[in-house]
């Protein structure tokens, strides 16, 4: 019930517009700090693997809300992928983004339900009923878009799935005057 109860208040505090501690972040070390993080929730169930980037990708991003978004997707690949399955993350660079990547060997997302899935208290189906209220990949949604960034997915049924967050590497548009939009 807690956890629901804080989904539905970030859920709130995103449709609010709250204020962002936007600065300039290094993503790799978000996205390694993320995947340590779940990699000792995992307890050995699945292997969780960093794949460094060859340098340091830096953008301008509110690093607690990016955390937040990689541990909503490592979260979600390391529950619905079997035992002895992998995950990985990463992060690469291009054309002005930032993008953050993981990858699972996981049950997968249906066709049918692949574009549902960023909505509010979306089930892909019954084998994704392990925990949760479906608000997850919706606040992982609204914190991508908040930065002016946003989120994809591919899938194949009994194959795994991944998870795109890309940012732009100059950071979200903050308006100095909102009535000027």
């Known amino acids: 019930?807690?956890?629901?109860?804080?989904?539905?208040?970030?859920?709130?505090?995103?449709?609010?517009?709250?204020?962002m501690e936007v600065g300039r972040h290094d993503l790799a070390l978000v996205a390694e700090e993320a995947a340590l993080t779940a990699q000792a929730s995992a307890k050995g169930k699945v292997s969780v693997e960093y794949i460094p980037p060859a340098c340091e990708l830096g953008a301008t991003f509110d690093r607690?809300?990016?955390?937040?978004?990689?541990?909503?997707?490592?979260?979600?690949?390391?529950k619905y992928t079997p035992e002895g399955g992998s995950v990985a993350v990463k992060v690469v660079e291009g054309d002005g983004w930032a993008t953050l990547e993981v990858s699972d060997t996981?049950?997968?997302?249906?066709?049918?339900d692949l574009p549902l899935i960023f909505e509010r208290f979306h089930r892909a189906d019954a084998a994704r009923t392990e925990g949760g209220a479906g608000l997850g990949l919706s606040i992982a949604r609204q914190i991508a878009e908040s930065h002016g960034g946003r989120i994809e997915a591919q899938s194949t049924p009994g194959k795994g799935s991944t998870f795109t967050l890309l940012l732009p590497r100059k950071g979200p548009r903050i308006l100095e005057n909102p009535e000027d939009e």
């Open 1 to 19: 019930m807690r956890d629901l109860v804080e989904s539905l208040l970030a859920l709130s505090r995103g449709d609010e517009a709250a204020p």
């Open 64 to 78: 607690g809300r990016v955390f937040q978004v990689a541990s909503i997707l490592l979260d979600n690949a390391v």
């Open 106 to 112: 996981g049950i997968g997302i249906s066709e049918d």
